[in-house]
């Protein structure tokens, strides 16, 4: 960890912002600047927990997914919708976590044209392990409060689906 800053840099920006004319906007920036520098140290805390164990948080959010698939093992083409990530970025991480064996491909036995990813017994170690250090180390200690999670997934949820990355109706 870094020693911390002796001010706000991005409380600064929006005085900046404001200062250049553009008032109506800084607010928006701050906050906007905020949540990517936030995703930056959220996902600094993850790596940390899963780069030990062979792991990118793509290739565990890979894993995790198909743990919790009822066979093991989803279609490429599933996966990379549920997952919100191109076809290409799921064949990659597919591809290394195959060679890991972690997990490997299938024909469908329905549909010549798809792919089964399925999930080996060491993934699923893996993956019950990964999950269990990052409940414990991250997501018990993320830093908000209970409250504050309350309100960033609703305040987030809604703008997701504002932008189009959901609709209600289930997939």
């Given amino acids: 960890m870094t020693t911390p800053l002796p001010r706000d840099p991005i409380a600064d920006a929006r ?3 404001e200062a250049h004319g553009w008032a109506d906007v800084a607010a928006p920036m701050a906050a906007i600047t905020a949540i990517m520098r936030t995703q930056q140290i959220l996902l600094a805390r993850v790596e940390g927990i899963l780069k030990p164990r062979g792991l990118t ?11 919790f698939a009822r066979s093991g093992a989803l279609p490429m083409n599933k ?6 990530v ?6 990659n991480a ?3 976590l195959e060679k890991a064996g972690l997990v490997s491909r ?8 798809t792919t089964l990813i399925e999930i080996t ?6 993956a019950k392990s990964a999950t269990a250090a990052l409940n414990t180390e991250v997501f018990s200690q993320s830093g908000f409060s209970p409250e504050d999670v309350d309100h960033l997934i609703s305040i987030l949820g809604r703008f997701r689906r504002n932008a189009g990355d959901f609709s209600d109706q289930g997939l």
């Fill in 106 to 113: 299938a024909p469908h036995p329905t549909d010549g044209r």
């Fill in 79 to 84: 996966a990379s919708a549920l997952l919100q």
């Fill in 121 to 126: 017994a060491e993934g699923r170690t893996l």
């Fill in 57 to 67: 948080f793509a290739r565990y959010e890979l894993l995790a997914l198909l743990s």
């Fill in 15 to 17: 005085r900046n912002w």
């Fill in 86 to 91: 191109h076809p290409t970025s799921v064949t």
């Fill in 94 to 96: 597919v591809d290394r």
